[in-house]
């Protein structure tokens, strides 16, 4: 690569070379590969019995939603999947507000 520095034409790979940045052959480790080639955004796999099981709660029912704060808040289910993930929901809080993708360890009676 050739830039331009004061006028001069300037070889910024071996300017780069010279301050011992890269040209060493190695590349840098961004990580995001495994054995399997891809980035895990999903956090800790489901444990093995939960993958496709039934939802243990049923659209209507009146439930407890674990919020970020750490504080419980009433809900009603409105929907329940089964996923790869185990059972996710769809719940609707007293306001109106509907929160979609709740996974049922978040829930409680």
Do not use: H, W
Request: net charge negative; with cysteine; glycine share 14%.
């Amino acid at each position: 690569l050739i830039g331009m520095a004061g006028g001069e034409e300037v070889d910024i790979l071996a300017e780069a070379e010279a301050l011992g940045l890269g040209g060493d052959g190695m590349e840098e480790d961004l990580g995001g590969e495994d054995e399997n080639r891809g980035e895990d955004l999903s956090g800790a796999a489901p444990e093995a019995d939960a993958i496709l099981s039934e939802p243990k709660f049923l659209v209507g029912q009146q439930v407890q939603v674990l919020k970020e704060n750490g504080a419980f808040a009433t809900c009603t289910v409105v929907a329940a999947d089964k996923t790869e993930m185990g059972p996710m929901y769809a719940v609707k809080f007293q306001d109106g507000l509907v929160q979609s993708l709740v996974p049922e360890e978040d829930l409680s009676v």
